[in-house]
């Protein structure tokens, strides 16, 4: 496993800010494919995070209208963007 140095919880929140960003969007990138093959746990957690975006994806698209709107809704109200 790699060893990182100078980890703080900035640099911490602002890779994973970037990585769910990735995730979210479900492009993986080259630096992503790089970290998975160089640490396999971040890897698995990486392919995870993915399978999760898409089980979520089908999820909302199986929702009914009247859920889809208040899912909306409550989306907006916390002021998230999707």
């Given amino acids: 496993m790699p060893k990182y140095k100078n980890v703080n919880e900035s640099i911490v929140d602002k890779f994973l800010d970037k990585m769910f960003n990735v995730i979210a ?13 160089k640490d396999p746990k971040l890897g ?3 392919a995870q995070g ?4 898409k089980n979520v994806e089908k999820r909302l698209k199986q929702m009914s209208p009247e859920k889809k709107a208040a899912f909306d809704a409550y989306v907006k109200q916390k002021g998230y963007k999707i």
């Fill in 50 to 53: 993915l399978e999760n975006a």
């Fill in 44 to 46: 698995k957690l990486i």
């Fill in 25 to 37: 969007k479900r492009k993986l990138n080259k630096t992503l494919v790089d970290l998975g093959k």
